[in-house]
Each structure stands twice: as structure tokens, then as C-alpha cells.
């Protein structure tokens, strides 16, 4: 195995954030696009999670969780000088709490409210609610600065930012209007207008045994 390999999907948040790091750190991957419907059997013998991401690493040691090929990326990569930035000392408790609380919380509602179709019982409204009143929180955290915890980005925003994407897409679908505060819309807009998200959101083709590899990014 010459390159570490990366499952992903296209549109996951998941795997939108490990992605984000993988470019950020400018480490390069074979890229395994697949469909989520219908899961390659070669996917599905690596995987115990059996969703993306996951990364096989070329002593082929599985990462399964997308937080963990974060951390991964910046322990392996050789571009980043300053790796404390993206996860300083004495923020760790702070970040390893809110990246919990989208995960865990916003992530919950988001789904309830995008998907409402998909769970029994599910209460439209009550989810936007729930999930705008987290997206409210998180925009008085930027009304004081650039990024969650000061002028530079932390592995919080990297691993939060596609799941408030995700957020206005399904806003935006429903025609609802002021679902996003200013400080919170500025940020996110940082991250869909960087140079990179042409690269992070490339379509390629999807993976199958013995196709031709594809890496990520594309250039």
C-alpha cells in the first residue's frame, strides 16, 4: 500500500471534517468514494462502524472515527509547524466538550429536523428548535471571536462547521429565513468560501474493486 486510504462520502459531515484536516495538513490519500445504500463488500469486511469515514492506514491499522483521523492527520503531518494552535494545552477540555455537544446534541436535533420523515413520531418543529437554540449559543462563543476559542481555528470548528452547513442546507430547503445570526453565518462562510472547499467538496466517481484510484485532493 503506497497511499493510507480514506472511505468517504461525498456529503457526510462526518467525513467532510476529516477531509478538512486531511487538506489542512496536506496529507494525501487514496480516496474511496461510496454509496451508503449500497456498501462495498471490501468496506464492510474493514469497518466495524460499517459508516465513513474510516481510514486504513498503510500498516493497515483501521481508524474508524472521524475525530480520530483529525488527530491523526496533524500527529502525521509534516506541513503544519504549529500543530498547538488547531489543539492548544489549555483548551482541550473546552473542545473535546463542545465538538461532544454537536455530536452528541445538535447532531440528534439536526437529523429529527432535516430527516423528520425517516423517525416515528418526530416532531419537525420541536428538533429546529432545539438545534437553533445550540446554533444560538455557538454564535454568542463568535460574536467574541473569529473562531470558537480565539483569532485562529481549533479542531472544534474543523469538526463542527459541516454539521451547521448541513443546518442551513436544510433551512434554506424548508424556505425558513434567519436561521443563522451574523457571527455565526461569518464563520461559516469562512470555511464554504476558502480557496480549499473546491477541493474538499470534489465529486469523484464512486469506488469500486479494481477501478482505477483516485486521490484526495485531486491535485
Known amino acids: 500500500m503506497t ?3 480514506l472511505y468517504s462520502f461525498r456529503r457526510c459531515p462526518y467525513a467532510i471534517r476529516a477531509r478538512w484536516a486531511l487538506l489542512i495538513c496536506e496529507i494525501k490519500v487514496e480516496i474511496r ?15 466495524k462502524t460499517k459508516t465513513v469515514p474510516i481510514l486504513i492506514k498503510k500498516n493497515s491499522e483501521v481508524i474508524e472515527e472521524s475525530l ?12 503544519v509547524n504549529n500543530k498547538s494552535i488547531y489543539f492548544p494545552d489549555n483548551k482541550k477540555e473546552d473542545i473535546s466538550a463542545i465538538i461532544n455537544e454537536n455530536d452528541n446534541k445538535f447532531k440528534y436535533h439536526l437529523d429529527r429536523f432535516k ?11 420541536f428538533h429546529f428548535t432545539k438545534a437553533n437554540k445550540l ?13 470558537f476559542f480565539g483569532d485562529d481555528p481549533t479542531i472544534a470548528d474543523w469538526s463542527i462547521w459541516p454539521f451547521v452547513r448541513q443546518f442551513k442546507i436544510a433551512c434554506e430547503s424548508q424556505k425558513r429565513t434567519n436561521y443563522l445570526e451574523p457571527s455565526i453565518k461569518n464563520w461559516l462562510d469562512s470555511f464554504e468560501n476558502n480557496i480549499k472547499f473546491k477541493s ?19 491535485n
Not at 135 to 147: A, G, M, Y
Open 3 to 5: 497511499n493510507d486510504i
Open 33 to 47: 468514494e461510496i454509496d451508503l445504500k449500497n456498501k462495498p463488500i471490501d468496506f464492510l469486511k474493514k469497518s
Open 115 to 125: 430527516y423528520a420523515t425517516r423517525y416515528q413520531n418526530s416532531n419537525e418543529e
Open 135 to 147: 446554533i444560538k449559543r455557538w454564535n454568542e462563543l463568535l460574536s467574541e471571536n473569529k473562531f
Open 68 to 79: 480520530e483521523i483529525i488527530l491523526w492527520a496533524l500527529s502525521e503531518s509534516k506541513k
Open 200 to 218: 474538499l467538496m470534489y465529486k469523484y466517481e464512486l469506488w469500486e474493486p479494481y477501478s482505477r484510484k483516485n486521490y484526495f485532493p485531486s
